[in-house]
């Protein structure tokens, strides 16, 4: 990770602008002074005020917000089992359980069933395999006054009814701040390989079809994981079940590791997560895809 830094005075306070930016790969620098390449999750920053902080503030010193993760999976045995952990809301760990507003009509072989309902070792309805089981359910709730002390708060995703054609979503889809959804464009083949792929929807908001919301009260948002990647339907939209990534294990010190891998009781290693059926596109190759 680079830093850049410039130093002036902001009346009698001597402070600076700090520019953060990976060294893979492309980054798009924004009038928050920092670009937003996160392991996993890469997602356009919207436009907002240079980022100043006195002088002594260090990278890493913006509030981090604990959150209740509530967890429900299937044992190696399989039986169910459920817990919660109160933990700093990191972003590794935000993307396990920020996908899905409640409510969300998830796809099963009976029928649309509300996220909220589902339960592990149920069976859901997949766009790319069929009948696959459910094996994992995480939720947790993002409260409007903490998650404001951050820099960049989470935002949620409205997609309004047949937006993306005919029930596509219907009714009206509300996606968590780390959901993605399945992105088809011919520009995937020239840097994928793939006809599709998965990016994050929140770099498709327009503020029409697809509107960004401020959390402005407390709202549970969940996420679920199966025994690979597979495409979901929600509210009749392709999204992606839960996935840390192929690199997720290189992305984190041993410790952190081990104590992401304690919210899923079914897996001994990060290869449980199972193969990626597709690959994923950062927010700024979802935009220079659709200027073209």
Not at 95 to 122: K, N, Q, S, W
Not at 131 to 145: E, Y
Not at 240 to 265: I, K, V, W
Request: hydrophobic letters at 40%; a positive charge; one cysteine or more.
């Amino acid at each position: 990770m680079n830093r850049e830094t410039l130093t002036g005075r902001a009346g009698s306070r001597q402070v600076r602008a700090v520019f953060l930016h990976s060294g893979g790969g492309p980054c798009r620098y924004d009038r928050t002074g920092r670009t937003d390449r996160m392991g996993t999750h890469d997602r356009l920053m919207p436009p907002g005020k240079w980022q100043i902080r006195p002088l002594h503030a260090g990278p890493g010193d913006e509030p981090m917000p604990r959150r209740r993760y509530e967890v429900s999976g299937l044992c190696p045995d399989g039986y169910p089992q459920h817990f919660v952990r109160a933990l700093p809301a990191e972003p590794h760990i935000d993307e396990a359980f920020c996908a899905f507003a409640h409510g969300t009509l998830i796809a099963t072989p009976g029928g649309p069933v509300a996220v909220e309902d589902l339960h592990p070792g149920m069976m859901l309805s997949t766009a790319d395999a069929g009948a696959r089981r459910l094996i994992w359910v995480g939720s947790t709730v993002l409260m409007p006054m903490t998650d404001a002390l951050r820099p960049m708060p989470p935002m949620l995703t409205r997609l309004t009814a047949d937006s993306l054609g005919r029930g596509r979503p219907m009714p009206d889809l509300i996606l968590g701040p780390r959901a993605r959804m399945l992105f088809r464009h011919p520009g995937c083949h020239d840097i994928l390989g793939t006809g599709a792929a998965f990016g994050p929807a929140s770099a498709l908001v327009d503020g029409m079809a697809l509107i960004g919301l401020r959390v402005t009260r407390p709202t549970r948002v969940f996420h679920l994981a199966l025994e690979a990647q597979h495409i979901l339907l929600a509210n009749g939209v392709e999204v992606e079940s839960y996935h840390p990534g192929e690199n997720a294990a290189d992305l984190m010190d041993p410790a952190a590791g081990l104590r992401f891998l304690a919210l899923f009781p079914h897996l001994c290693g990060f290869e449980g997560f199972g193969p990626m059926s597709l690959p994923r596109l950062t927010a700024f190759e979802m935009e220079r895809m659709r200027a073209v």
